[in-house]
């Protein structure tokens, strides 16, 4: 009777469980009829948001942030529909998430906003100005510029001409001080440079010619020849040399052959003759360089029959090389021309020589060098 009854139970209790859920899914597929289309969409979405978290990881699910987001997010579309669909997590747990999120948009929506720069509108002359200031006076400020640019009749702010510099030289200016070449044009006047250099003869006499040229101008004062250079001829050629002003500053080498005598010259006119370290002939760099000149624009040329051919041809050349050789140092201007003052001319705006004016020629020391001026 027993095992009769046992299983009568079991049927009746899963028929009695199977009644009951299907008449539960009854009524919810009534009340779902009844329901808004969107709570229906959202019970969904919910549902299988849950599904997919489910699936994600066995075990005690632990939600990340993309969770946390994608709930709060459901949270605040309908609350009524998570509320009754969530089943992962508790409900407390979602709206303190909301809760987070609500704050964190919060905070970004009140996060300090700098003001929006306006658009460059400095001019690109005005701006080319203000960098050419700065880069050829590496030690004027912002306000010594916007000094400057008043006295052309340009304003700008002090923060503009700060800013100009920086975008081009982040890093900072090229150079901090001022550069070799025009610290050495600073100090050239006044200040003399004399060398010796040999020339051969037709017979291989051995000739030694001494010079003294100017360094600012790169005119030479004084020039002779003799075989036998002693202290004494060198003194005289010094005094000859200063017979229409004495240099503030004379530089020499160390050879025996400017004797104390020689220094007396200079140092008798308030002078100062500055010795070139041994074996360092860049500290007479200028002497050097026109000895160079010398020879490759003359005696390299020429073989002289004695000394007084070399005085002639020193005579014929330095006239031009005075009056009419340009020179690089010198913005391509002669010696005579910075002598008296002359600018460098300014830069021709046509290639061709205009129809009223033609080209003379005249040759120097018979022809190894010509003469080109302009005439008419």
Not at 32 to 53: F, I, K, S, Y
Request: net charge positive.
């Amino acid at each position: 009777m027993l095992s009769v009854l046992g299983p009568l139970r079991r049927g009746a209790r899963f028929a009695a469980n199977l009644a009951t859920r299907v008449a539960r899914l009854g009524v919810s597929a009534i009340v779902d009829a009844a329901r808004p289309r969107c709570r229906l969409m959202a019970e969904n979405v919910a549902l299988r948001a849950q599904v997919a978290t489910l699936k994600r990881k066995a075990g005690r699910i632990t939600p990340d942030a993309a969770d946390r987001l994608l709930y709060a997010g459901l949270w605040h579309v309908s609350r009524i529909a998570v509320r009754d669909t969530l089943h992962v997590f508790r409900p407390e747990t979602v709206i303190r998430w909301h809760h987070e999120v609500d704050r964190w948009l919060h905070a970004w929506r009140s996060r300090p906003r700098t003001p929006r720069r306006p658009p460059n509108r400095t001019p690109d002359s005005t701006r080319a100005l203000v960098l050419d200031m700065a880069e050829k006076n590496p030690r004027w400020g912002a306000p010594r510029i916007v000094g400057e640019l008043g006295k052309l009749e340009v304003t700008l702010a002090l923060a503009t001409v700060q800013r100009i510099p920086r975008q081009r030289w982040p890093d900072g200016r090229p150079r901090d001080g001022q550069s070799w070449a025009t610290f050495v044009q600073n100090h050239l006047p006044g200040t003399w440079a004399c060398d010796f250099f040999t020339v051969t003869t037709q017979t291989f006499r051995r000739l030694h010619v001494l010079f003294f040229m100017r360094l600012d101008t790169r005119e030479v004062v004084h020039a002779n020849v003799t075989e036998h250079p002693t202290a004494s001829w060198t003194t005289q050629q010094l005094r000859n040399a200063v017979w229409d002003g004495s240099p503030a500053r004379l530089i020499r080498d160390r050879d025996a052959k400017f004797a104390p005598a020689f220094d007396e010259v200079v140092v008798s006119e308030d002078g100062e003759v500055l010795l070139c370290p041994p074996r360092v002939p860049r500290c007479n760099a200028f002497a050097e360089r026109k000895v160079g000149t010398f020879r490759q624009e003359l005696f390299d040329h020429v073989v002289p029959r004695d000394e007084e051919h070399v005085r002639e041809l020193l005579r014929s050349y330095l006239a031009h090389h005075h009056e009419e050789r340009p020179h690089q140092g010198l913005g391509q201007r002669t010696p005579r021309a910075v002598h008296e003052g002359r600018s460098a001319g300014a830069a021709p705006s046509m290639s061709a020589i205009a129809p009223t004016k033609r080209v003379e020629v005249s040759p120097v020391l018979n022809g190894l060098i010509h003469e080109f001026r302009l005439v008419g």
